[in-house]
Nanobody
Framework: VQLVESGGGLVQPGGSLRLSCAAS????????MRWYRQAPGKERELVAT????????GYADFVKGRFTISRTNAENTMYLQMNSLKPEDTAVYYC????????WGQGTQVTVSS
C-alpha cells in the first residue's frame, strides 16, 4: 500500500496550488481519504475528508471556502485544490487512508510567502 503526494511548491499569498495523491496497493474506490497538514512546531491537523464515492466531503473551518477536495477513482488519485492561499497555510501536506492499517504518504511541502 502506497500513497504519493505531489504538487507542492512556493506560491505567493492569494495564489493557488493543486495537490495530488496517487494511491496504489489497495482498492482505492472502497475507502474514504483525508488530507492533513503539519506546520513547523505544530501538530498534524486534519484539513479535508472525502468519502469513498467522492460524494461527501468535509473541511476544517480554516480552509472552508478556499480548498476543495476531490478524487478520481478510475485513476486512483485524490486532489486538493487550494485557492486564496495564506502564509498560515504553509505546511507539509499529507494524504491518509485507513485500510487494515493507517497509511501516510511522504508529504509535499507547501510554502506561501511573498
Amino acid at each position: 500500500v502506497q500513497l504519493v503526494e505531489s504538487g507542492g511548491g512556493l506560491v505567493q499569498p492569494g495564489g493557488s496550488l493543486r495537490l495530488s495523491c496517487a494511491a496504489s496497493g489497495f482498492i482505492f474506490s472502497r475507502f474514504p481519504m483525508r488530507w492533513y497538514r503539519q506546520a513547523p512546531g505544530k501538530e498534524r491537523e486534519l484539513v479535508a475528508t472525502i468519502d469513498a464515492s467522492g460524494g461527501v466531503t468535509g473541511y476544517a473551518d480554516f480552509v472552508k471556502g478556499r480548498f476543495t477536495i476531490s478524487r478520481t477513482n478510475a485513476e486512483n488519485t485524490m486532489y486538493l485544490q487550494m485557492n486564496s492561499l495564506k502564509p498560515e497555510d504553509t505546511a507539509v501536506y499529507y494524504c491518509n487512508v485507513i485500510t487494515y492499517e493507517t497509511i501516510w504518504g511522504q508529504g509535499t511541502q507547501v510554502t506561501v510567502s511573498s
